[in-house]
């Protein structure tokens, strides 16, 4: 299936660009772009069920819940910042009513993340990273015991910054050579923080110091390749990366997420594990549920739910006219047959001053 308008949202050189100035990913130049011409290939027979409630219902669930989670966030990394004992048990309710709500309604609490305008990257990032995580764990068929202890990794794989001084973590541009060697030391320091925790998973430790390692042998800490990496570290690296481009930071703008999944499509065969792109990609749709898009007839729109059968054509809300002046609101199921609608580019929301939150609910 060729995906056109969503390959080409962004030039391979605007997306090298943008990792390369995410000073969180420390990015290196990738050798080799990996093929221009391929399109991904949107495979839909590993269907998930339908969502057992609509995303409306779960989005009123999870937004207590996410809040409650930033809560939690706050309180340990502030514990290990002071140098205070924390327990990494106290994680596991909240990961659990994270996979709960998932197995109601697979985009609501992805959606949630990135939808509420959060400025606190340090502690939403790591919400962040375990939620998708285990959408992703979801999709890839891991058990329950196992998304636990994903959702888990995720949770603390960056615990490490907590000791890496703020006026690195969040110096707008560019990291000088010795900043970027006290940023590199998170993974290990972090692994150090954790091992001690009694009752801790091998599979979380690793998730921690291997999430920075890369398919072809150019991460770090330890330059792992390939099936050297662990299995939680090769899902975590990718949801780390989106995470980390789509959200606020105090140097940069988020990038729409539909726009983060192409750019990681393309970089899918230097820096990921084969197909772990590719299955986020389905986990989340082409056009993930509140990304702004501008549609075949000029008018624009909200993605307000995915199709699994159908990714490419997900169902929307039109909201504004060609000119961004508000139109009555029609949702729209551009995969219905008779719909002729098609989706022609992914638009970020904050240059039009757009509150997708409201207009999705
Ligand atoms: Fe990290």
């Known amino acids: 299936m060729m995906i056109d308008s969503w390959e080409k949202a962004m030039s391979a050189e605007e997306s090298r660009k943008a990792m390369k100035n995410d000073s969180d990913l420390l990015w290196e130049e990738p050798s080799?772009?990996?093929?221009?011409?391929?399109?991904?290939?949107?495979?839909a027979s590993l269907d998930a069920m339908p969502d057992k409630v609509s995303i409306q219902e779960e989005l009123r669930r999870v937004d207590k819940l996410y809040g409650e989670a930033l809560g939690y966030a706050h309180g340990f990394i502030d514990d290990v910042r002071n140098g205070?004992?924390?327990?990494?048990?106290?994680?596991?309710?909240?990961v659990n009513e994270f996979i709960d709500s998932v197995f109601r309604n697979e985009s609501a609490a992805a959606a949630i993340s990135k939808l509420k305008a959060f400025d606190e990257y340090t502690y939403t990032h790591c919400i962040n990273v375990s939620i998708l995580a285990v959408?992703?764990?979801?999709?890839?068929?891991?058990?329950?015991?196992?998304?636990?202890l994903l959702g888990i990794a995720g949770i603390f794989h960056d615990v490490g910054?907590?000791?890496?001084?703020?006026?690195?973590?969040?110096?707008?541009?560019?990291?000088?050579?010795?900043?970027?060697?006290?940023?590199?030391?998170?993974?290990?320091?972090?692994?150090?923080?954790?091992?001690?925790?009694?009752g801790?998973?091998?599979?979380?430790?690793?998730?921690?110091l291997e999430h920075h390692e890369?398919?072809?042998?150019?991460?770090?800490?330890?330059?792992?390749?390939?099936?050297?990496i662990s299995d939680f570290s090769r899902l975590l690296t990718v949801v780390d990366v989106y995470d980390a481009l789509t959200s606020k930071r105090v140097y940069k703008a988020p990038m729409p997420p539909g726009k983060v999944l192409g750019m990681m499509?393309?970089?899918?065969?230097?820096?990921?594990?084969?197909?772990v792109v590719e299955e986020f990609i389905k986990s989340l749709g082409v056009y993930p549920v509140g990304s702004f898009v501008r549609l075949s007839s000029g008018n624009h729109a909200v993605v307000v739910d995915h199709n699994t059968s159908d990714p490419l054509n997900p169902s929307i809300r039109v909201v504004y006219d060609n000119k961004m002046h508000q139109i009555p609101m029609t949702t729209v199921n551009l995969s219905d047959k008779d719909v002729e609608l098609k989706i022609t580019d992914v638009i970020n929301p904050d240059e039009y001053k757009v509150d997708i939150y409201k207009l999705i609910q």
């Open 161 to 198: 910054k907590s000791v890496i001084p703020e006026i690195i973590l969040n110096k707008p541009g560019k990291l000088s050579k010795t900043e970027m060697n006290i940023m590199r030391t998170h993974p290990l320091r972090g692994y150090q923080i954790l091992k001690d925790q009694p």
């Open 135 to 148: 959408i992703l764990g979801k999709r890839l068929g891991y058990s329950r015991d196992r998304l636990e």
């Open 84 to 94: 205070k004992p924390f327990d990494f048990n106290e994680a596991t309710p909240l």
């Open 265 to 275: 499509y393309k970089w899918r065969v230097t820096d990921f594990h084969p197909n």
């Open 32 to 43: 080799d772009d990996g093929p221009e011409d391929e399109t991904p290939v949107v495979d």
């Open 214 to 228: 890369k398919f072809d042998g150019s991460g770090y800490p330890r330059g792992l390749r390939g099936n050297q």
């Open 200 to 208: 801790i998973a091998n599979e979380v430790l690793r998730g921690c």
